[in-house]
T-cell receptor
Framework: KQEVTQIPAALSVPEGENLVLNCSFTDSAIYNLQWFRQDPGKGLTSLLLIQSSQREQTSGRLNASLDKSSGRSTLYIAASQPGDSATYLC???????????FGAGTRLFVKA | DADVTQTPRNRITKTGKRIMLECSQTKGHDRMYWYRQDPGLGLRLIYY???????NKGEISDGYSVSRQAQAKFSLSLESAIPNQTALYFC???????????????FGPGTRLTVL
């Protein structure tokens, strides 16, 4: 059974710092991995989608990497800003099915 | 306008009441999903539908039912609400097939349900 873990559960950093959020999964037979952002009272916004055949995806200040063999993905945020404060969720979709398993998220707070 | 909408956005109800949460999408996607989110937990799948005639249970379907009224509409019902169904509920959609869209999921804004 696929399990997705995100560490840390919460993170506070000063503005301008580069940071890494971690996601680990137990079953390497994945179809894709998706990173989301969730703001309080709002839905999930898709940030990056990495297919199983890819190693990384980039969008602006965000870079997501995928290492299937070790069951890990990282979301790198460069030059963090207060507007980056949100909860970041990692979600894994396994091969042979459509179900997506979510991690519990990392709550990020960027201090001005 | 939002691609995936949910109504209501907030609802407070009492134990034993029947509640319906509605989801509509303009993305033209075939697949629709209902999830619930509890504090400290990831999203968990309640029900999913691949098309109008296809309904499937997710990992936590007990106490819930769904209706796919049209390709663009997917409703979630709580026949007799109980307090442990207090949660944030999300509707999501994904594209028509794997070759075209890679099944990236798109979420609605959520419905916060409180059962007293």
């Amino acid at each position: 059974k696929q399990e997705v873990t995100q560490i840390p559960a919460a993170l506070s950093v000063p503005e301008g710092e580069n940071l890494v959020l971690n996601c680990s999964f137990t079953d390497s037979a994945i179809y894709n991995l998706q990173w989301f952002r969730q703001d309080p009272g709002k839905g999930l916004t898709s940030l990056l989608l990495i297919q199983s055949s890819q190693r990384e995806q980039t969008s602006g200040r965000l870079n997501a990497s995928l290492d299937k063999s070790s069951g890990r993905s990282t979301l790198y945020i460069a030059a963090s800003q207060p507007g980056d404060s949100a909860t970041y969720l990692c979600a894994v979709r396994n091969t042979g099915g459509f179900k997506t398993i979510f991690g519990a998220g990392t709550r990020l707070f960027v201090k001005a | 306008d939002a691609d995936v909408t949910q109504t209501p956005r907030n609802r407070i109800t009492k134990t034993g009441k029947r509640i319906m949460l509605e989801c509509s999408q303009t993305k033209g996607h075939d697949r629709m999903y209902w999830y619930r989110q509890d504090p400290g937990l990831g999203l968990r799948l309640i029900y999913y539908s691949f098309d109008v005639k296809d309904i499937n249970k997710g990992e936590i379907s007990d106490g819930y039912s769904v209706s796919r009224q049209a390709q663009a509409k997917f409703s979630l019902s709580l026949e007799s609400a109980i307090p442990n169904q207090t949660a944030l509920y999300f509707c999501a959609t994904s594209g028509p097939n794997e070759r075209e869209s890679y099944n990236e999921q798109f979420f609605g804004p959520g419905t916060r349900l409180t059962v007293l």
